[in-house]
């Protein structure tokens, strides 16, 4: 990155805003210094001048929970940067994705059916629809998942009004065969992240 064509403010800083490469949330907003910049270039761990400490700030320095980068960009009036990036846990000190909360990530309702799904995995509840599929196992899983495609695929094809409903039916069993199978919706995004890098 050409240092010359940023804009620096007064005290010689720029934002970073943080976004996931992924799910291109908004993590947080962090400001750089020339010094920060470039260590984040040279480690590829995202590291701001942090003006409360008043030093270079290495994100999850300390949690463990980094920012791996993987693409920086200026905007157009170049005083601001955009860094997308993998987070290693979470974002916020808080413990959620995002310093601006998670209740505006369509992604963490995925984290939230998943711990739902573990919880019922686990204690097998009577009366649960998610114990009951678990205690009939992967083959019956797989089997509604195939039904519920097949409902999504005709509610696309006669535009009857139920797509979302079908489509989010698919994506609910989608997530209890992968919880089945000790995977998460995450491993598949991690795939597609993958293979969009090499279209």
Known sequence: MNFDNIKWNEKGLIPAVIQDDVTSSVLMLGYMNQDSLKKSLKSNEVTFFS??????WTKGEESGN????????????????????TPLGPTCHTGTISCFGNDHLSFD??????????????????????????????????????EEAGETAIAAVTNDGRLIEEAADLVFHLLVLLRSQDKKMEDVTDKLYERSANQ
């Open 66 to 85: 980094k920012l791996i980068i993987k693409n920086i960009i200026l905007d157009c009036d170049r005083d601001t940067l955009l860094i997308q990036a």
């Open 109 to 146: 309702m995925i984290q939230k059916l998943e711990s739902i799904i573990d919880e019922r995995k686990t204690s097998m509840n009577e009366g649960s629809y998610i114990s009951s599929l678990f205690k009939k196992g992967v083959k019956e899983i797989a089997k509604k998942v195939n």
């Open 51 to 56: 003006r409360s400490k008043n030093r270079l």
